[in-house]
């Protein structure tokens, strides 16, 4: 799966990118959450903590909130998809 990281909507280059990774890997492989760039993240970055310590209001806090949304909805399709593929034996 690829995550947009480092991300500004209003970038061109950011958006051709982005544009790029999908073409490469289609968008069933590319998470729709975006985290954007931002000041906090360099702090956290910085300061070697979680940017929801450094700023738990922050886009790019609520964009990896986002994303941890998105990928327990991918693994309950695929636990879905898994338990309906499931034999039972007898």
């Known amino acids: 799966m690829a995550l947009s ?3 500004s909507a209003r970038q061109n280059l950011d958006k ?6 999908i073409a490469k890997f289609t968008e069933e492989f590319v998470f729709n959450t975006t985290v954007p760039r931002l000041v906090s993240v360099s702090e956290a970055t910085a300061g070697k903590k979680a940017v929801v310590e450094i700023d738990s209001a922050s ?32």
Not at 16 to 21: K, P
Not at 62 to 88: C, H, M, P, W
């Open 59 to 90: 886009p790019a806090t609520l964009a990896f909130y986002q994303l941890i949304r998105e990928i327990k909805e991918l693994i309950g399709d695929e636990q879905e998809t898994s338990a309906g593929n499931r034999r039972v034996a007898k």
């Open 16 to 21: 051709q990118v982005r544009a790029q990774v």
């Open 5 to 7: 990281t480092i991300h």
